[in-house]
């Protein structure tokens, strides 16, 4: 069984500890920062806890980690274990910056391990069945999409993502970055960006809500919206020539990501399209070991999460550039 170790422990650590689970990976240690948050996890999944992230890394039974941590010390991970010949499953964004990301990216070629980035949205089964309705010409050319992702967020003054110089564009940039990779997997790459972000409710100093308009290189507009101050939603629509796919989601049940198929209603036109529900955590981590055997190569790597890095970067400098 293919060995991994999780560095970082926060929130997001034990969806993607039972997704590992679900795809057949051994998790063999983890590492936090804290010590009774990582003796805690390690627990609960039967795993070592590592007191250092060297320790998680250089592990003998450790084949590639899973790098789950604020997004300014991915490349400081992901170097580390390509220095030690592990391949990297990075948690989008791929990195604070597109330097960062460049960086990890070519580290991890020089060693010849694998780098994946966490962008596992394109991979439910209504994002699979609305590609082939594109690809099946359905809508005839897509012209416009709408897309909006929002969760309420909890913002405690350690947490790193309350501070807009750990976490600058917000939602867009935790979340609606989600909807650029599945936006660009459907349609085209986005050839350019702007935006406007701006701190309406909450009390830390934090972007809370943004839009950024996106265009792509067919010529096809997007409008992207997040908040981090409003009721958890996911949706997306697609305006086409022929046709209109709406994609709607109950995101209640978030952070369930294996449920979201099933609260998931997909329609054309205003009728009911059928698809497969699928596990998207699990099947990016089972991609992810198999790419550990020789036996896949990853869809979503570095060129897809830079993509989706700078574009929300983009939009973010063309906001500064226009405010002065």
């Given at each position: 069984?293919?060995?991994?170790?999780?560095?970082?422990?926060?929130?997001?650590?034990?969806?993607?500890?039972e997704a590992a689970q679900r795809a057949g990976l051994?998790?063999?240690?983890?590492?936090?920062?804290?010590?009774?948050?990582?003796?805690?996890?390690?627990?609960?999944?039967?795993?070592?806890?590592?007191?250092?992230?060297?320790?998680?890394?250089?592990?003998?039974?450790?084949?590639?980690?899973?790098?789950?941590?604020?997004?300014?010390?991915?490349?400081?991970?992901?170097?580390?274990?390509?220095?030690?010949?592990?391949?990297?499953?990075?948690?989008?964004?791929?990195?604070?910056?597109?330097?960062?990301?460049?960086?990890?990216?070519?580290?991890?070629?020089?060693?010849?391990?694998?780098?994946?980035?966490?962008?596992?949205?394109?991979?439910?089964?209504?994002?699979?069945?609305?590609?082939?309705?594109?690809?099946?010409?359905?809508?005839?050319?897509?012209?416009?999409?709408?897309?909006?992702?929002?969760?309420?967020?909890?913002?405690?003054?350690?947490?790193?993502?309350?501070?807009?110089?750990?976490?600058?564009?917000?939602?867009?940039?935790?979340?609606?970055?989600?909807?650029?990779?599945?936006?660009?997997?459907?349609?085209?790459?986005?050839?350019?960006?702007?935006?406007?972000?701006?701190?309406?409710?909450?009390?830390?100093?934090?972007?809370?809500?943004?839009?950024?308009?996106?265009?792509?290189?067919?010529?096809?507009?997007?409008?992207?919206?997040?908040?981090?101050?409003?009721?958890?939603?996911?949706?997306?629509?697609?305006?086409?020539?022929?046709?209109?796919?709406?994609?709607?989601?109950?995101?209640?049940?978030?952070?369930?990501?294996?449920?979201?198929?099933?609260?998931?209603?997909?329609?054309?036109?205003?009728?009911?399209?059928?698809?497969?529900?699928?596990?998207?955590?699990?099947?990016?981590?089972?991609?992810?070991?198999?790419?550990?055997?020789?036996?896949?190569?990853?869809?979503?790597?570095?060129?897809?999460?830079?993509?989706?890095?700078?574009?929300?970067?983009?939009?973010?400098?063309?906001?500064?550039?226009?405010?002065?």
């Amino acid at each position: 069984m293919t060995g991994i170790a999780l560095v970082g422990t926060g929130m997001w650590a034990p969806r993607l500890a039972e997704a590992a689970q679900r795809a057949g990976l051994s998790l063999i240690t983890c590492y936090s920062r804290d010590e009774a948050r990582r003796t805690a996890f390690a627990e609960r999944f039967g795993c070592a806890a590592a007191a250092r992230p060297e320790e998680a890394i250089g592990h003998p039974d450790v084949e590639g980690v899973v790098i789950a941590t604020p997004n300014d010390v991915h490349e400081a991970h992901a170097l580390a274990c390509a220095e030690r010949g592990r391949h990297v499953f990075v948690e989008k964004p791929i990195a604070d910056t597109l330097e960062a990301g460049e960086r990890m990216r070519d580290a991890c070629r020089e060693a010849g391990v694998v780098l994946m980035v966490g962008h596992a949205f394109r991979r439910l089964g209504a994002a699979r069945r609305t590609k082939e309705l594109i690809v099946g010409g359905a809508l005839g050319e897509v012209v416009l999409a709408e897309a909006n992702m929002s969760l309420p967020g909890v913002f405690r003054p350690e947490a790193w993502r309350a501070h807009r110089s750990r976490n600058p564009g917000g939602p867009l940039m935790q979340l609606g970055i989600h909807h650029v990779d599945t936006l660009a997997y459907w349609l085209v790459p986005v050839r350019g960006a702007s935006g406007r972000f701006t701190n309406l409710r909450a009390e830390a100093d934090i972007d809370d809500v943004g839009v950024a308009m996106l265009e792509f290189h067919s010529g096809a507009l997007a409008a992207l919206t997040g908040s981090y101050v409003s009721p958890k939603t996911l949706s997306l629509r697609l305006l086409g020539t022929e046709a209109v796919v709406d994609y709607r989601c109950d995101f209640s049940v978030w952070p369930e990501a294996e449920a979201l198929d099933g609260v998931t209603s997909l329609s054309l036109d205003g009728e009911p399209i059928d698809f497969e529900e699928r596990d998207m955590l699990a099947e990016e981590l089972a991609e992810f070991g198999g790419c550990i055997r020789g036996e896949a190569a990853t869809e979503t790597g570095a060129r897809e999460g830079l993509a989706a890095l700078g574009v929300i970067l983009q939009a973010l400098a063309a906001e500064r550039e226009a405010v002065g």
